[in-house]
């Protein structure tokens, strides 16, 4: 359950941006709440997803889950409105439980680092506890990780009696019935116990589709490793594998229709548009996408500028010397060219070489470089951080839903797109 959902900001309104990192802060911690310093590292995109499916269910006012944050680095020393209660805390629980499972599997396979002893014995040591001090806190709102560590277990088992030619679908059903208990737990805790069943399900597929898209972009590096892989054990071509995977996305969403929820617009996005999106980015768009874009690309569309075509074929109108496009006319009478400043705000007076170092180590310190929205140690300009300017795997994501696939979307506010949803 590691990096599936990957949504790009571009793609997100205020408010499920706002309900986004609501989750993620509130995630991270409950983490660190409940588990110490150290668990915070197992803070993760998926797991968040039982937060967000809890709190979509819940009839609850919005303010009974969500608190104030203090001051943090990585949002660049800023209080915030972070997720709290039940929700959070089931999504920590599952993270921490999973990620034990991962650093386990990286021991036994003795990846990189861990292939080294006293590393291994170390993350053997941090395995066990993370397994204690997870199961203790998911049993105080009535879970049992016990579910999610042996389908861990019996994954080894599985894999090795597995004949060659066997179905692959016989080894994804411990991540299947795995996140299938997380899922439907939301329901539990939710209060809205009808929803169980299809949350197992939506589940059940997520689980699939997790573990399908993990072997398919592992699949070459395995093979050159020599290390396993189901894809490549069971003889599953790729093709076989897109065709799972895109049921399974298929099936998340009629699941989806069958749970009643309060506010479906970000689970939505997360599991319908998002998980899409993942299996695009590992096989490539579907066919029905390709021809959805190309339908959808009328004159004057994002994709027909890209495209290199302009309304009525003609030339797009460049604007006047010293005029930024899209600026109104600059009047006659205003004093133009050499040795005028151009119209708008005064730019800001830049920092001399001394100040801006110590500003930049001030700023790199709290990491506001990299993660949020701050103005230049040295030109004072404003500028994106790092991390949003990279956080991006869409080419086109500032397009919004222009020419985009919506089918399924039973008129959800999780985009704006004029497909006919």
Not at 109 to 120: K, L, M, N, S, T
Not at 371 to 392: I, K, L
Request: hydrophobic share 35%; glycine share 10%; aromatic share 4%.
């Amino acid at each position: 359950m590691f990096g599936i959902i990957r949504p790009c900001r571009h793609r997100l309104s205020e408010r499920l941006q706002s309900s986004w990192m609501a989750h993620l802060c509130g995630l991270c911690l409950a983490l660190r709440d409940d588990h110490g310093q150290l668990a915070r590292t197992a803070t993760n995109y998926d797991g968040l997803i039982i937060s967000v499916l809890v709190e979509a269910q819940a009839a609850r006012e919005d303010a009974s889950w969500r608190r104030t944050a203090g001051p943090c680095p990585l949002r660049g020393m800023r209080t915030a409105s972070v997720a709290r209660g039940e929700g959070a805390r089931l999504a920590a629980a599952v993270s921490l439980a999973l990620a034990s499972v991962k650093i386990r599997d990286h021991v036994e396979d003795r990846d990189g680092v861990f292939a080294r002893r006293p590393v291994a014995a170390g993350a053997r040591a941090v395995t066990r506890r993370w397994d204690r001090q997870s199961a203790g806190s998911a049993s105080t709102i009535g879970f049992d990780t016990g579910v999610l560590l042996e389908a861990a277990a019996r994954q080894g088992t599985l894999e090795r009696s597995l004949a060659p030619g066997g179905s692959v679908l016989l080894v994804t059903e411990p991540t299947e019935t795995a996140t299938s208990a997380a899922f439907a737990h939301t329901a539990v805790l939710a209060g809205r116990p009808g929803n169980a069943a299809p949350l197992a399900e939506a589940g059940r597929l997520f689980g699939r589709l997790a573990h399908l898209l993990d072997a398919a972009e592992d699949q070459a590096a395995d093979a050159e490793a020599g290390a396993w892989n189901p894809l490549t054990a069971t003889g599953t071509d790729r093709a076989e594998a897109e065709r799972l995977c895109r049921d399974a996305v298929h099936g998340i969403r009629l699941a989806l229709r069958e749970a009643e929820l309060t506010d479906r617009a970000l689970v939505h996005l997360l599991l319908a548009h998002e998980t899409e999106r993942a299996v695009d980015r590992v096989f490539g768009p579907a066919a029905h996408t390709t021809a959805c874009r190309t339908r959808n690309a009328g004159p004057g569309s994002p994709a027909a500028s890209a495209a290199g075509e302009h309304p009525n074929d003609a030339p797009p109108r460049q604007a006047p010397p010293g005029q930024a496009p899209g600026q109104a006319p600059i009047p006659p009478w205003v004093p133009q060219g050499p040795g005028f400043s151009p119209i708008g705000e005064k730019p800001p007076r830049p920092r001399n070489l001394l100040a801006g170092c110590a500003v930049w180590a001030l700023m790199a310190c709290s990491c506001q470089l990299l993660c949020c929205d701050h103005n230049d140690p040295f030109s004072r300009e404003r500028r994106e951080g790092w991390c949003q300017r990279h956080d991006c795997d869409c080419p086109d994501c500032c397009d919004g839903c222009s020419g985009c696939d919506c089918s399924g979307c039973d008129g959800c506010d999780c985009c704006d797109c004029g497909c006919d949803c």
